[in-house]
């Protein structure tokens, strides 16, 4: 399809284990942004991709989180250590333009990846 | 960041019925979007409506910028409109792309 698309759609690992979550965008969007939904937080921002630029990564929670964009397409979420806090629905979405163009744009999410730290 | 408050938290309809959500944001947005959230989890997008009013099928929508409000109108409510449904908004003059949610209103529509 012509969506958003990520990899795997649930993951289940022990706590102090690293994760890798994988986000495909739609097709030529510059834009990619990472978000969870965690049942106390709410939809909280992670981190934004705007083309080859530097990525804005004010709301990752911790230095164990880190994320990359390769070929300015596809983007893994890393956490390293994973805790029990960190179980959450990880969610990926992009946009064509981002803030680019001055304003901001359409984002289109993904399934998200369901994960669980036990 | 921008505080975004939903109202009403929950709605329970009969099917048939009409609502209206209501979003208030507290600084100016050049985005605003809403977003069905179904039972799987995926976000729908359903406007985006930084101003002005929109239609689509039985639902619309209106962005009141100047006061800092969106609403959601559902028409002649149907059993897979159940869900919650997000606003969210990005702040104007913001050169970082984050949308800030609300915390979402759930809707029960009853056969």
């Known amino acids: 399809g012509a969506g958003v698309s990520q990899s795997p759609s649930n993951k289940v690992t022990e706590k102090g284990k690293d994760v890798e979550l994988r986000c495909d965008p739609i097709?030529?969007?510059?834009?990619l942004y990472w978000y969870r939904q965690s049942l106390g937080q709410g939809l909280e921002f992670l981190i934004y991709f705007q083309g080859n630029s530097a990525p804005d990564k004010s709301g990752l929670p911790s230095d164990r989180f880190s994320a990359e964009r390769t070929g300015g397409s596809v983007s893994t979420l890393t956490i390293q250590r994973t805790q029990q806090e960190d179980s959450a629905v990880y969610l990926c979405?992009?946009?064509?333009?981002?803030?680019?163009?001055?304003?901001?744009?359409?984002?289109?999410f993904g399934p998200g990846t369901r994960l669980t730290v036990l | 960041g921008i505080q975004v408050e939903q109202s009403p938290p929950d709605l329970i309809l009969q099917e048939g019925a009409n609502s209206t959500l209501r979003c208030n944001f507290s600084?100016?947005?050049?985005?605003l979007q809403w977003f069905h959230q179904n039972p799987w989890g995926q976000l729908i997008n359903l406007f985006y409506?930084?101003?002005g009013t929109k239609q689509n099928g039985r639902l619309s929508a209106t962005t009141v910028a100047t006061e800092r409000y969106s609403l959601l109108y559902i028409s002649s409510s149907q059993t897979t409109d159940s869900g919650v449904y997000f606003c969210?908004?990005?702040?104007?003059?913001?050169?970082?792309?984050?949308?800030?949610f609300g915390r979402g209103t759930q809707l029960t529509v009853w056969p």
């Open positions: 409506i930084p101003s």
């Open positions: 969210a908004v990005c702040r104007r003059g913001s050169t970082l792309g984050r949308l800030y």
């Open positions: 979405a992009s946009s064509l333009v981002g803030t680019s163009g001055g304003g901001s744009d359409t984002q289109y």
């Open positions: 097709s030529g969007h510059t834009a």
């Open positions: 600084d100016s947005v050049n985005n």
